[in-house]
Structures are given as C-alpha cells and as structure tokens.
C-alpha cells in the first residue's frame, strides 16, 4: 500500500466509500431476493402451463379427426387456408429494472361472426376455437419461458455483484483503513516520544 494516503482526511474517505458500499451490497441483496420469489413463481406458472399444454394438443388433434369425418379433409383445408395469419402484439413491462416482454394476440377483425355461423361447419369451428386456445396457450407458455431467462440472467449478474462487493471491494476498503489507522497511530507514537525527548532536553538544558 505504498500508494496510499496516510491522512486522516482519507480515512474518513474510505470509511463514507465502506459505508456506502454496504449500502450498495444491501440494495443489491434486496433486489436479488425480490427477483429470485418472481423467479420461482414463474416456475410454477410455467409448469402448470406445459401441463395443460398437452390436454389442449389431445383437444385440438381429436376436434380434427371429428371434423374431418363429419365435414371431410377438403372442406376442412379449404376454410383452414381462408384463415388469417394471427399478429402478436408485444408490451413491455418492468420487473425491478428488468424488461419483461408481455405477448398477446392482437384483435383482428379479419373474421365475420354472422358469416362463420352460416358458412363453417360447427364441427370445424370447434376446430378453430380449440387451437387458438392452444396457440394462446403456447404464446402465454413461451413469454413465461422468455421471462424466466431473463430473470435468471439478472438473478446471476447480480450475484457477480454483490460477490465482488462482499469479497473483494469491501476487505480491501477495511485493509486500507486499518493500514491508514495503524500509520496515523505509528505517526502519533512517534510525535509523543519526539515531544517528550525535546521536553527532557528543554529540562536538562535548564
């Protein structure tokens, strides 16, 4: 530590700097354990949602076979290609300073509910309704998902943090102002006796 500045002025320095580190190193631990709950409720959504998922494939694909003997492959394919392509709309939304993206279908009015009525098959709508239930499923799993690795992307750099802080920052910060101390002591010792041997010489000259 030859570089370092033994003044009291720099001990205080350091001590505000150790301080406010704690500080950092408290926020930073709050924030980590705020993201880690919405992490693990995440978890639980996402594995409630894939567990549905399969129900609502099984639901879609049987609705499929139904049509299909009821209506025939061709009518069914002709009304699949009549269907527009669904838009996602994306919002986003702040989680403790992470950007979670929010997925939704956008309403489209590319459908006219008097002409499916009359021009689609009930066994074939069920067809539609079943897989947009799946597809909104799908989208809802796959923006959990997405969310989930952001968290735990943050959830990590925020341990490398709070880490390097912990081990590293502050105990070099106290190892300098315990060496600034010790010196200021060194230095104070070191006056006393310079004062007290001019004291006895001022005495003895006397």
Request: hydrophobic fraction near 40%; aromatic fraction near 4%.
């Amino acid at each position: 530590m030859n570089n370092v500045k033994t003044t009291r002025i720099e001990l205080i320095k350091t001590r505000s700097r150790v301080r406010i580190a704690a500080k950092g190193l408290s926020l930073l631990k709050m924030k980590r354990s705020s993201l880690i709950l919405e992490f693990f409720n995440l978890a639980r959504e996402i594995e409630l949602l894939r567990a549905n998922i399969i129900d609502y494939v099984v639901m879609a694909m049987d609705s499929t076979k139904i049509a299909e003997a009821k209506d025939g492959r061709i009518t069914l394919e002709r009304i699949a290609s009549e269907q527009k392509e669904e838009k996602i709309g994306i919002e986003v939304r702040n989680v403790m300073g992470v950007k979670i993206p929010n997925l939704s279908i956008e309403k489209s009015n590319a459908y006219n509910k008097e002409y499916n009525v009359i021009s689609v098959p009930a066994s074939i709508s069920d067809v539609r309704k079943n897989y947009n239930a799946l597809l909104k499923l799908l989208i809802e799993t796959a923006e959990k998902e997405n969310s989930l690795r952001k968290l735990l992307y943050e959830i990590e750099k925020l341990n490398r943090r709070s880490n390097a802080i912990e081990n590293v920052t502050i105990p070099k910060m106290e190892e300098k102002m315990k060496y600034i101390k010790q010196r200021l002591d060194d230095m104070e010792r070191d006056q006393i006796v310079s004062l007290k041997s001019i004291k006895k010489k001022i005495s003895v000259g006397k």
